[in-house]
């Protein structure tokens, strides 16, 4: 297994969002990396992964990074702003709005 050597943490993150950018998108083109995967020049890419996934539920991802993850088909969540735009969009119904507010309540959970 061949090991990469990087100048810097930059560097190795945008080795690391190389790898992302090549796995395969689903038809919705989202990039659902298996959390064991390991790329073909023994990068853990689903560790990877997972790590900036958690990075950004702390609060810790750069605004520029969760940008570019987010363009290239990371599995976030909806943020609270785009989930709430989109709960903008129903008319005023108060059966939609009981039937639509977990699914808005559980995405900003997960975002």
Request: one cysteine or more; a positive charge; hydrophobic letters at 45%.
């Amino acid at each position: 297994m061949a090991r990469r050597i990087l100048a810097s943490p930059t560097a190795a993150w945008e080795s690391a969002f190389a790898s992302f950018v090549a796995y395969p998108a689903d038809a919705d083109g989202v990039r659902r990396v298996p959390s064991k995967h390991v790329t073909s020049d023994g990068f853990a890419l689903g560790s990877w992964i997972a790590r900036q996934l958690n990075a950004h539920k702390k609060g810790k991802l750069d605004g520029e990074r969760l940008s570019r993850l987010r363009d290239a088909g990371a599995p976030f969540g909806l943020g609270w702003e785009e989930a709430f735009e989109r709960f903008e969009l129903f008319p005023p119904n108060p059966q939609v709005c009981f039937l639509f507010f977990p699914v808005l309540f559980f995405s900003f959970l997960k975002g």
